[in-house]
């Protein structure tokens, strides 16, 4: 049976804090590892990895894929008060499959 | 706004009655994932279907049903509703094309099971 576990399950940081969000997995053919962000509504796209050290960036955000480790990890730099949301992993398994398995997430809360 | 819409957007309901819930896909995209997301269970899996057929399979119960129409909208059957299925269901969508798996969430339908 497939397996993400996330860490830590909740953390709460001030403005400004770097933190560092953790993602290890047991998956049947992987594939690919994707991040999304959930607020109070649906969970949005933040990045895909599918190569091993390579970091995807976007703003304060980036992440890094180590396929040997079977862990990717999700940094936050200079946190806001918008980054309080709900962090999940979700490697993906299978050819010819797109099914995710998510972790049950990073609840991270930012305060001023 | 993902561009992935579903309805109704909150249904409350009895235990052993049967409900739908539907999703329309980003325009372009064949394929149709459906997910339960529960507070002890979190995001999980059901359901995928690509293009009218069905692709994969999750934990999804035998009490469940799902299918993909031509015109490539989904539906979610529910039956012989139970106190736990009471859930937030979501229909994600995405092109599937080589390893881009970009899969984009409609805003959810929250079922409440009374």
């Known amino acids: 049976e497939d397996k993400v576990v996330q860490s830590p399950l909740s953390l709460v940081v001030h403005e400004g804090d770097t933190v560092t969000l953790n993602c290890s997995y047991e998956v049947t053919n992987f594939r690919s590892l994707l991040w999304y962000k959930q607020e109070k509504k649906a969970p949005t796209f933040l990045f895909m990895l599918t190569s091993s050290g390579i970091e995807k960036k976007s703003g304060r955000l980036s992440s890094i894929l180590d396929k040997k480790e079977l862990s990717s990890i999700l940094n936050i730099t200079a946190t806001q008060t918008g980054d309080s949301a709900i962090y999940l992993c979700a490697p993906r398994s299978g050819a010819g499959s797109y099914q995710l398995t998510f972790g049950k997430g990073t609840k991270l809360s930012v305060i001023p | 706004d993902s561009g992935v819409t579903q309805t109704p957007k909150h249904l409350i309901t009895a235990t052993g009655q049967r409900v739908t819930l539907r999703c329309s896909p980003r325009s372009g995209d064949l394929s149709v994932y459906w997910y339960q997301q529960s507070l002890d269970q979190g995001l999980q899996f059901l359901i995928q279907y690509y293009n009218g057929e069905e692709r994969a399979k999750g934990n999804i119960l035998e009490r469940f049903s799902a299918q993909q129409f031509p015109d490539l909208h989904s539906e979610l059957n529910l039956s012989s509703l139970e106190l736990g299925d009471s859930a937030l269901y979501f229909c994600?969508?995405?092109?599937?094309?080589?390893?881009?798996?970009?899969?984009?969430f409609g805003p959810g339908t929250r079922l409440t099971v009374l």
């Open positions: 994600a969508s995405s092109v599937t094309s080589g390893d881009y798996n970009e899969q984009f």
